[in-house]
């Protein structure tokens, strides 16, 4: 029986998409007819009907191919119900281009928002299946999504070379990794590359508790100290804050974590600080082979759902099992980091701060 595939990569890009994409096509034509339709940059293709039918061969040498050959946009799931400027009807939109391609399913590669939206036409009758990609990690109901390996590594990387410099100088060095509401990716970076304090958003620190890290260090004649700083890091003020006036104030003065964290320890403790932002290095370049074969398998997962007829689905993985769950019980659901989490005990057992 043929099947008419469409597939779209929709949200801020990560290593591993290409290979997830590869992996859905290589294994959809090993095991049925399939006929696979590229939908670009995201649900804007699926809402201006931008699309194009795709042959074998273009799923061929994009394994280690960064970024997404499809395109990716950013449009944002509060928006999608509401009618604009242009007069259009977005999930009209995108049921109208789903029903004229006759596609049988509709594959969505993204994070919360992406899932969001695939949530939401899983409703409308349509047959989704949703792969958790992000760099954050924070999608709920998957142990990891592809992309924060790579993600990890690069963190890593960025952290133990700013170490060699903030050790010759005897300086503070705060770096910003990204994750604007989870934690996980300056975690795990942090104890990768060995920081002295690691700052998340879901542990509130206070500067004193970080300067007292950099004297006591200094006091054992450890002239450098490393903190990794999330990028949606707060400390305690500002935690006390509501959500929205917090990010209007972060806008306003074009916030970085990192900078606030070396300019007031500069300030408070007189120490010489800087900080480094890596940003979007983070999500560039080519998949570490975990993301490689975790995107593989997710893909080669999402092809066997389609051949068994379930949707309304994201791919996940559990343990050392792939497998997946509905999409109302998943979509959305942010997984920040537990503060009891073993990887926090971890870091603290060894002595890493957090500031609180
Ligand atoms: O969701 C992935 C992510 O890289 C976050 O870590 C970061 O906060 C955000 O995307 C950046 O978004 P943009 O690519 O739109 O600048």
Redesign the pocket.
Known sequence: MKRRIGILTS????PGLNAAIRGVARAAYEMFDAEIIGIHDGYRGLIDGDYSEMTRGQFSGILTLGGTILGTN?TPFRDMRKIGEDNVDKVAAMKKTYKELKLDCLITLG?NGTHKTANLLSEEGLNVIGLPK???N?LYGTDFTFGFHTANDIATDVIDRIHTTAASHGRVMAIEI????AGW?TLYSGVAGGADVILIPEIPYSIEKVAEVVQRRAENNKGFTIIAVA??AMDKEEARMKKKDRESKRAAEHFSSSAYVARRLQEEVGVEARNVVPG?I??GGTPSAFDRVLSTEFGVHAAELIRDGIFGVSVALKGNDISHNPLKDVAGIPKPVPVDHHMVQTARRIGISFGD
């Not at 949200?11 to 990560?14: K, L, Y």
């Not at 990204?178 to 509401?181: I, L, Q, T, V």
């Open positions: 949200g801020g890009d990560c950013r994070g992000t760099i954050d924070d990204m994750g604007n509401k990716l990028e949606g979007h983070q999500r």
